[in-house]
Nanobody, 125 residues
Framework: VQLQASGGGLVQPGGSLRLSCSVSGFLLDRPAVGWFRQAPGKEREGVSCLSTWNDITHYSDSVKGRFTISRDAAKSTFYLQMDNLLPEDTAVYYC???????????????????WGQGTQVTVSS
């Protein structure tokens, strides 16, 4: 199982970014996958997760209405579209999966077994 995140960068407040996570070793048709973030001095947060077998999503309250998680099973890639970014969204973002979890809520509130490398997102003017 491998996950490769990309798409981070520097953006102004109110701007948008799309993160991508390319996966190998499993198909995006059964397990839960998701995005987590960690800012300096803060605990890791489950930002958004997706159950790939039924497309049920979970979002943290801090991003609800601004972020959207999606997948393209044919490309073995899932995404995090981030709109109306705020300075407090600045963090290292990690994609993750757990073949033993199929629930998006369960994945976002536990510690996944498989992680991609982080990608830095900085929101600043």
């Amino acid at each position: 199982v491998q996950l490769q995140a990309s798409g981070g960068g520097l953006v102004q407040p109110g701007g948008s970014l799309r993160l991508s996570c390319s996966v190998s070793g499993f198909l995006l048709d059964r397990p839960a996958v998701g995005w987590f973030r960690q800012a300096p001095g803060k605990e890791r947060e489950g930002v958004s997760c997706l159950s790939t077998w039924n497309d049920i999503t979970h979002y943290s309250d801090s991003v609800k209405g601004r972020f959207t998680i999606s997948r393209d099973a044919a490309k073995s890639t899932f995404y995090l579209q981030m709109d109306n970014l705020l300075p407090e969204d600045t963090a290292v973002y990690y994609c993750a999966a757990d073949l033993g979890h199929s629930s998006s809520y369960a994945l976002c509130t536990t510690s996944p077994s498989d992680w991609g490398q982080g990608t830095q997102v900085t929101v600043s003017s």
